[in-house]
């Protein structure tokens, strides 16, 4: 059994459509997170949420938009794409806020905006 | 707030070689501090992490880690390298304040010669 997915694996779009990523975790966790991880390969916390709740926001554009409809799901969702939002996108989940605890990586989402 | 330097963006060793990636952080607390890595078109997994209990951490796949905190290092060392090692690594550093945040480093991409 997958402990973190995400759908699609791939998704090529064009400038200025609307997108979501679906994330879930199988793992009992309390927190799950959204990551932005360039061409370069670095990686960017973008988001974090503990029991349903927005812990971390980081300076990401507002079209972009968490939901967490249950402590299991993170979806993404992606407003008015730009070039710039092209990237591999990793979802994570933890156990608790903890800093000592290990987050468990989804398999990626890489999105390309044509 | 919390920081991690990654010196060497690439390291290429010789199949059976040592294996030693270098990792610096800066923290204002005690630190966790941790070791991922990244296979081509996957997620992150955790090698192994420091968390204030033994200074040598032993992780998977041969892995360990010496946290030094006069040198301020937590530096990655494999004493023969596999053909399969090859791949992104990258250290991390999170702590009880930061917000709740892991920080990440640039990566270092592993190279194994034959």
């Given at each position: 059994d997958t402990a973190v997915s995400q759908t699609p694996k791939y998704l090529v779009t064009q400038m200025g459509n609307d997108k979501s990523i679906k994330c879930e975790q199988n793992l009992g966790h309390d927190t799950m997170y959204w990551y932005k991880q360039d061409s370069k390969k670095f990686l960017k916390i973008m988001f974090s949420y503990n029991n349903k709740e927005l812990i971390i926001n980081e300076t990401v554009p507002n079209r972009f938009s968490p939901k967490s409809p249950d402590k299991a799901h993170l979806n993404l969702h992606i407003n008015s794409l730009e070039l710039g939002d092209s990237a591999v996108y990793f979802c994570a989940s933890s156990q608790?806020?903890?800093?000592?605890n290990e987050q468990f990586f989804g398999p990626g989402t890489r999105l390309t905006v044509l | 707030a919390q920081s991690v330097t990654q010196l060497g963006s690439h390291v290429s060793v010789s199949e059976g070689a040592l294996v030693l990636l270098r990792c610096n952080y800066s923290s204002s607390v005690p630190p966790y501090l941790f070791w991922y890595v990244q296979y081509p078109n996957q997620g992150l997994q955790l090698l192994l992490k420091y968390t204030s209990a033994a200074t040598l951490v032993k992780g998977i796949n041969g892995f360990e880690a010496e946290f030094k905190k006069s040198e301020t290092s937590f530096h990655l060392t494999k004493p023969s390298a596999h053909m399969s090692d090859a791949a992104e690594y990258f250290c991390a550093v999170s702590a009880s304040t930061g917000g709740f945040k892991t920080i990440f480093g640039a990566g270092t991409r592993l190279f194994v010669k034959a």
């Open positions: 608790d806020l903890k800093g000592a | -």
